[in-house]
């Protein structure tokens, strides 16, 4: 049985790791296009799926440790 605090704790986690890594690959991304370098789109585009990313796989191995 999941408990809250598991719950909160899981969520906490996936939002702070995904607004560290999302932000960084957001800022970063963006300073590079702003400076005229078009390889920052590579890492402006997939910044928000990649914090979500990381939320979707706090929480698998949340369920494969409930699990077994």
């Not at 995904?18 to 702003?34: D, P």
Request: net charge positive; hydrophobic share 55%; proline share 3%.
């Amino acid at each position: 049985m999941v408990t809250r605090e598991e719950i909160l704790v899981l969520g906490l986690t996936a939002g702070v790791l995904g607004s560290l890594v999302g932000g960084m690959m957001l800022g970063i991304g963006m300073g590079l296009v702003i400076g005229g370098q078009h390889l920052g789109w590579l890492l402006l585009l997939p910044a928000a799926p990649a914090g979500g990313v990381l939320g979707y796989l706090l929480a698998r191995r949340l369920a494969r440790r409930l699990q077994g």
